[in-house]
């Protein structure tokens, strides 16, 4: 019974380096969502994405952030030079074409920016 | 900008008791309503959702209670069970959107 697979599920990075944080949806789902939690706050929508497409990344900050969901494989947000601000549980939920209103999240994963 | 607000960051109680968690929205677009639990190191599970066409859902020991001319939906738990002690968020979403407005959370702890 494969939930939503996050890898990894802790990452360390120090400022300036890249993040890739990965992200299977669930089997037969093709809606992928990023949410990023800070300390002390609420899940943040970032992006939404079906196969090959962004469907809506309002929540993504205008640099640094790309996110993409190939038609093979998982999908991937990348951070490119982190900041210490970055330190965040970044969490994947997918969604199924005919169920667009509930989402499965994945464990997600940490990321440490030292 | 907090959409979507847990003013109760904790909330403790017995088992056997019920748990009421509240959840406040100030988007009077906002038409579809779910309560996630989250255990550390877990992402948020699925627990109950809502529409804006009802006012009360129910599903086994839980139950969500919408109220929209107050903007307002509570998650009602009982019997408290020890297990059900968990981070318990609420989410909000448009007709019209698929992102998920999520409030801060409520911590819960079911005292044995």
């Known amino acids: 019974n494969a939930g939503v697979m996050q890898n990894p599920r802790h990452l360390v990075r120090r400022r300036g380096q890249e993040a890739r944080l990965r992200c299977s949806p669930m089997k037969g789902h093709s809606h992928v969502y990023w949410y990023r939690q800070l300390p002390e706050e609420g899940l943040k929508f970032m992006v939404y994405?079906?196969?090959?497409?962004?469907?809506?990344e309002s929540g993504m900050p205008k640099e640094r952030f790309s996110a993409e969901f190939p038609k093979e494989g998982p999908s991937i947000l990348r951070i490119q030079q982190v900041v210490r601000g970055d330190s965040a549980a970044y969490f994947c939920a997918s969604s199924s074409q005919t169920d667009t209103d509930t989402q499965y999240f994945g464990p997600g994963t940490r990321l440490t920016v030292l | 900008d907090q959409q979507v607000k847990q003013n109760s960051p904790s909330l403790s109680v017995q088992e056997g008791r019920i748990s009421i968690l509240n959840c406040d929205y100030t988007?009077?677009?906002?038409?579809?309503f779910l309560w996630y639990k989250k255990y550390p190191a877990e992402g948020p599970t699925f627990l109950i959702s809502?529409?804006?066409?009802?006012d009360k859902n129910e599903d086994g020991r839980f139950t969500v209670f919408l109220n929209k001319s107050a903007k307002h939906l509570s998650l009602h738990i009982v019997p408290s069970q020890p297990g059900d002690s968990a981070v318990y968020f609420c989410a909000a979403s448009e007709n019209t959107g698929n992102q998920f407005y999520f409030g801060t959370g409520t911590s819960l702890t079911v005292i044995p």
């Open positions: 809502i529409s804006s066409i009802k």
């Open positions: 988007n009077s677009m906002f038409d579809y």
């Open positions: 994405l079906q196969k090959e497409n962004i469907i809506d």
